[in-house]
Structures are given as structure tokens and as C-alpha cells.
């Protein structure tokens, strides 16, 4: 558990530790109100926490009750068919790879690898994959997809280019003119 301190006076805002990041805090004020309060909360990662002091209360989020899927730079991040569209949304205009694999096609793993240098090349894509097992089969019929490994690339949410195979020179053409449009 982190535990941060939040300071209020009539004049401040509320400010988080700077050890925290910083979190939607809304305080609700009763009739009456203090002229300077210290109020300590604890935050477990996904809980949300009610702390009254002195008629004031700080209803507190912490980043992981608010956040959505998300995908780190400089990796290849594993999607499902119920993370996939919350991680594109979340890109914004940055473009998106999508490898779609499955675990027993050959050409799929040779190309694994280099997919992955690609992530720590370009710190300005997404890099996600999609197993299409059984589990995930509706999102890989939605995208269309008809051989193993497919790249679909994706900007702003809509698929503008793909290759299909394990064309290691093809992809890379396709994510350089998909970056530079």
C-alpha cells in the first residue's frame, strides 16, 4: 500500500505527494468547513478509498481504477478480444501494429523476434499481438483475417494497411509509410 498526504487550506488546492502521480481528487464540502487540514489516506492499487476528517471528504482514485488497457513503448504488448480496442482508442494518433499469430504456426515464430526489434526501434508505434486461438476467434473474424502471421496497422482506429506472411522487409516499408503519413 503507498500512502499519500494531501494538505488543504482555504487558499491551496489539493496537491498529491509528489512521490504519487497524480490522481482525480474531488473534495465535497459539509456545511461546515476547516481552515487548514492534513488528511493521510492509503490507497490499495484498485480500491477506492473514502477518508472523512473534519466534515471534509476526499473521495480518492488511484491511476489503476482509472486507467484502461494500456501498452508500453518499446514492447510488444499481448492483446485479447477484450483489450485490443481499448488499447488502439488509447493510442490516439500514434500508429498501431498488430501482429495476429497462433502458437503453432512456424513462420509466426520465426518472425516473433524481429516483430520485437521493431518495437524497440520505433518509440513512436504500438506495438500489440493477438493470439487467434479459439478465445479471441470474434475480434480475429472482425479484423478480417484469413492466413497466420497478418499485421494489420492501424491509425487513429481503422486498419489503413496490412501484410500478410512473415515478410519481415514488407512490414517494415508498411509501418515507415504509415508513420510518415
Known amino acids: 500500500m503507498a500512502s499519500i498526504q ?38 490499495s492499487s484498485r480500491q477506492k478509498n473514502v477518508t472523512k476528517s473534519r466534515n471534509l471528504v476526499f473521495s480518492v482514485r488511484s491511476s489503476l481504477d482509472t486507467a484502461g488497457p494500456t501498452s508500453l513503448v518499446g514492447q510488444v504488448t499481448e492483446v485479447t478480444k477484450d483489450t485490443f480496442w481499448g488499447i488502439v482508442n488509447s493510442a490516439g494518433d500514434k500508429t498501431v501494429v498488430l501482429d495476429m499469430y497462433t502458437q503453432w504456426c512456424g513462420p ?66 508498411a509501418i515507415e509509410s504509415v508513420r510518415s503519413s
Open 108 to 173: 509466426c515464430k520465426l518472425i516473433a523476434p524481429k516483430y520485437k526489434e521493431l518495437s524497440q526501434k520505433y518509440d513512436d508505434v504500438v506495438f500489440l499481438k493477438l493470439d487467434c486461438n479459439q478465445e479471441n476467434k470474434p475480434l480475429a473474424k472482425e479484423l478480417g483475417i484469413k492466413v497466420v502471421p497478418t499485421f494489420k496497422i492501424l491509425k487513429q482506429g481503422k486498419i489503413v494497411k496490412e501484410v500478410t506472411g512473415a515478410k519481415f522487409d514488407n512490414l517494415v516499408v
Open 6 to 43: 494531501f494538505t488543504l487550506s482555504p487558499t491551496s488546492s489539493i496537491r498529491s505527494s509528489p512521490s504519487f502521480p497524480a490522481n482525480p481528487i474531488t473534495p465535497q464540502y459539509s456545511s461546515t468547513t476547516t481552515k487548514d487540514l492534513t488528511s493521510y489516506c492509503k490507497l
